[in-house]
Nanobody, 116 residues
């Protein structure tokens, strides 16, 4: 069982930046995908970005060019650098890990609030 813990959320003004981190409780190996999602009140969970075990990245159109996902293998973390934040980015941000396309783990989430 892998535990995921997000950090780095908070309150920021529109146009500002935040850096989220997600720490895994153990080293991750093999074929896996690390991803970030968000969920705003009353809205479905939205996929934002992912990074594969071989380093490929993909982004949702809503965050492309503003958000950057990265991985620190030594620290067993995945990060999300968020720039040019907008009020509509306000949500709980969640980290997700899928190992071998079968085992799925979620973090508890971290709140991001962007004021106008």
């Amino acid at each position: 069982q892998v535990q995921l813990v997000e950090s780095g959320g908070g309150l920021v003004q529109a146009g500002g930046s935040l850096r989220l981190s997600c720490a895994a409780s153990q080293s991750i190996s093999g074929i896996f995908i690390l991803a970030w999602y968000r969920q705003a009140p009353g809205k479905p969970r939205e996929w934002l970005a992912r990074i594969t075990s071989d380093g490929r990245t993909n982004y949702a159109d809503s965050v492309k060019g503003r958000f950057t996902i990265s991985r620190d293998n030594a620290e067993n973390t995945v990060n999300l650098q968020m720039d040019s934040l907008k009020p509509e980015d306000t949500a709980v941000y969640l980290c997700n890990l899928v190992i071998s396309g079968v085992h799925t783990f979620w973090g508890q989430g971290t709140q991001v609030t962007v004021s106008s």
